[in-house]
């Protein structure tokens, strides 16, 4: 069976100007998590981040939000992967995703950046493309408009309401991802 995850990162821009944008859908998730199981996360320096550590069904847990800015995500969770000695199988990144529709989460396991810088520099400094990923649609902006504006801006209130109610469904799978139920997991939250 495989190792569960040990390390959930939730990606974002630092600062207010970012926190509500749909680049930062990540770090709803794991602060969803974070309320859920009252945990604090503390700034660290020498994981250039928001840390803490939780522990669900006897399963313990890291969380870790980078601080840096989202293309040099990998610096932080390098930092932490290293000083854990997590391998990159046991980590899961939570990330905004444009492929996806609003209110679509999906597990994921390999594969590329798909144009996000987050995960390209995550990728950089692990030196591997295989970790798990949580991919939170956003859905795509409209044809001639930027992604990178899009993505930088913040969701009507109607698909902020969709994200977040996805990110709470899948908080259910949770103990699956933890004890390396991977499989079960996906069915579960793609259906």
């Known amino acids: ?44 320096n020498k994981f250039h981040g928001l840390h803490g550590q939780m522990k669900l069904h ?3 847990c890291h969380l870790l939000i980078p601080t840096t800015f989202m293309n040099l995500s990998g610096r932080s969770v390098r930092a932490l992967a290293n000083y854990l000695k997590i391998t990159p199988a046991e980590i899961l990144v939570a990330h905004d995703e444009v492929d996806l529709p609003v209110g679509t989460i999906k597990l994921k396991y390999d ?46 209130k109607a698909d902020r309401k969709e994200i977040d109610s996805a990110i709470n469904q899948s908080l259910d799978i949770l103990p699956l991802i933890l ?11 793609h259906s």
């Open 111 to 156: 594969g590329g950046d798909g144009g996000h810088n987050g995960l390209k520099d995550i990728i950089s400094n692990l030196n591997t493309k295989q970790f798990y990923r949580l991919r939170i649609g956003v859905g795509r902006p409209k044809p001639g408009h930027d992604t990178a504006d899009y993505v930088l801006s913040k969701p009507s």
């Open 179 to 189: 004890n390396g139920e991977f499989q079960k997991a996906m069915q579960l939250l």
């Open 1 to 44: 069976m495989p190792s569960g995850i040990k390390l959930i990162v939730g990606l974002a821009n630092p600062g207010k100007e970012y926190q509500d944008t749909r680049h930062n859908a990540g770090e709803w998730f794991v602060n969803e998590l974070a309320i859920a199981d009252h945990v604090t996360m503390r700034p660290d």
């Open 58 to 60: 006897d399963l313990p």
